[in-house]
């Protein structure tokens, strides 16, 4: 039986709403080619080491609505996440039951904005700590968020290398936390 979805108004702690991307310039691939490599081989664009995606439910190198994976997670905790929707050039995930995060992930890729012969990768998510315990290790220790990073950086220049193009600077980062009382917004590269 399907773990319940996990949203991010059921966690702890701040909303963190973080952004991932990698321009990449004069791609063998077109989006959309790329885009399909992406759906369908999502395991290896993760490092193995931080975030090993294993699929659980559905069929393998392909990905549909409903789908799950489940993700050993480097530290004390792992998670499972479901497919929730897929556009022509995205799809989103949401955490389920037990995941170190309540919330969602969207991976997408198109055009780039200003850009031609380019293209943009992004992964968005919206999510706060499951509980006190992960809200205190990620937040405070600073532990959950560097492998975090570390693994969403690397996803990006991964999709950028399979791009066959010209990868354009480093993988931007940027983060919003809200709390009841402010909101910080922090960028990197």
């Avoid at 004069?26 to 699929?55: G, M, V, W």
């Avoid at 069929?59 to 789908?67: F, I, K, M, N, W």
């Avoid at 690397?154 to 999709?159: D, G, I």
């Amino acid at each position: 039986m399907s773990k319940s979805e996990q949203p991010a108004h059921t966690g702890s702690g701040p909303l963190f709403e973080r952004r991932y991307w990698v321009d990449v310039q004069k791609p063998r691939r077109t989006a959309a080619e790329l885009f399909e490599h992406i759906k369908c081989n999502l395991p290896e664009f993760s490092p193995d080491l931080l975030a090993d995606f294993e699929k659980a439910k559905g069929q393998a190198h392909e990905l549909r609505v409903d789908d799950e994976f489940r993700i050993k997670i480097l530290g004390p905790w792992n998670g499972d996440v479901r497919v929730d929707e897929i556009g022509n050039d995205y799809f989103v995930l949401v955490t389920l039951e037990s995941h170190p995060e309540a919330g969602r992930i969207r991976f997408s890729l198109g055009p780039h904005p200003q850009l031609p012969d380019a293209l943009r990768f992004e992964i968005h998510s919206w999510a706060r700590s499951r509980d006190g315990l992960v809200a205190f290790t990620y937040d405070t220790l600073g532990m959950g968020k560097r492998v975090q990073q570390q693994t969403w950086e690397t996803f990006c220049e991964r999709v950028a290398e399979a791009s066959g193009g010209l990868l354009l600077g480093p993988v931007h980062v940027e983060t919003v936390r809200q709390s009841d009382t402010n909101t910080e917004v922090t960028r990197d590269a």
